[in-house]
């Protein structure tokens, strides 16, 4: 059961990885374009997209959790909501920075090494493929300023049942900042789609 | 909020719009300082080739591009100042169109109407109006990508008019269309005004679009405006009609050109391969003396064609090149 917080966190960081995909089709089609003409907010444009994913992706992971609970997993409910929040701020991080990429790059073959260079060392340098403590001190170094590793182990704490400790905490604070960080920066690149 | 526009007013004012691409260090002047001005109430033209700056004119006049240089007021607002005043009174059909094909149209519609303010009920009903006005009145569930070409771009049409604007900028409407979908969108076109009053700036690259939907064309090339007018006084500034003649062989053709080029009115023939080609002021009265003339000289022409100037003629003259290319 040591997988499950590993999984819902590569599940946040994949499903938004790749809505920029998505994006870079709507542009293709003019979407984008229709949209903006619009007096909507930009702001709103962007944040309405990473809502509908977030929502997609609560409720894959409820899925993920319940085929757990199949299979044995025994965590309190508090734990399972709190789990849930953490990786909707998550996958809120990515999806916002997904479609910034998207957006720049406006092509697919820019965009996929982009995402998969992201990708790589994030969920190396994160111990959900392999756990940290086998790795050489230098690596354990690296992945500690890696900040979706304390989101994993914040996760691993929640589903251990900790609540409240500095360890939960440092996670959740920091998936909040990479959502404040991955907004601001998603609303700066649709508002210079119209410079 | 902008006084209410008056037929007969300026709906576009712009002054000097210009923009500038940077791409991989150098500078692409797309739009070199247009002026462009369009009454409420008109359909205006804005034709030229592929490159010539017309998407891009019209993104700076619907918000969507920041003039490098220049001023506009759109709609009655400042393009600059009151962006929200524009955006609120301009509907948008972009060249490349407005849906992902696994949308549903008429969710599309209201969903689009939404991001204007327009509470579900209101869109709902605009939505089945507008699509019913534009032949399209059973796509509500369709997918997009399930329409045929005309029907999507009609479509495009329909959300760009969701929010009733009193200006509509179509951005190569029939592009990719059959000459049968074309005809029946300029007539939805042509009814958008004519019944809804509402003012159409409109661009393409195909000549008998511009020929026979606009009140008034602009014709644009490299970025300037080179013409402006009606499509007759656009013509009218043509060396008259053009006559083509195919001869059976090249040195007929030779010896007919220079028959031709000794009529009254007539300008130096250009000759390619069989084909001689000249313009006259009259082509109607000339015909007669010019068969007259190849009879008298003993050479026949396998066949004989006068055409009116066209649009293409026109900017021809203008820029040497044709539209075509
Ligand atoms: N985003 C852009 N970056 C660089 N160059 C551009 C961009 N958009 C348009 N251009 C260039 O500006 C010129 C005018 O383009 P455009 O306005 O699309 O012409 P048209 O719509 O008349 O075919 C072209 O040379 C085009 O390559
Ligand atoms: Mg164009």
Redesign the pocket.
Known sequence: MVFVPGLLVQLGIFGGLFVGFGIIAEWRAGVIDRMMVTPASRTALIAGRVLRDVVVLVAQAIILISCAFLFGLRVPLWAIAAGLVLIGLLGAAFSFLSYAFGLITKSEDAFAPLVNSLALPVLLLSGILLPMSLAPAWLQALASINPFKHVVDALRAIFRGEIGTPEVALGVALAAVLVVLGAWFGNRVFEGQTK | MGAEIQAGQAMIEARQLKRD?K?RGRT?E?VRGVDIDVAAGEIVGFL?P???????TLKMLTTLLRPTDGSATVAGFDLRRDPQGVRRNIGYVGQAGSTIGSARAGEEIVSHARLYGIDAATANDRARNLLAALDLADVWDRKCGSLSGGQRRRLDIVMGLIHNPRLVFLDEPSTGLDPQSRANLWTHIRKLRDELGTTVFITTHYMDEADSLSDRLLIIDKGEIVAEGTPAELKKKVRGDTITLTMREEKDATEAAGVAGLLAGADAPATDGHIVRFHVSEGASTLPVLLAELARAGIEAIGVEVNRPTLDDVFLTLTGRSLRD
């Not at chain 2, 592929?50 to 891009?56: E, Q, V």
């Open positions: 691409f791409a692409i797309a030229g592929n490159g010539a700056g017309k998407t891009t």
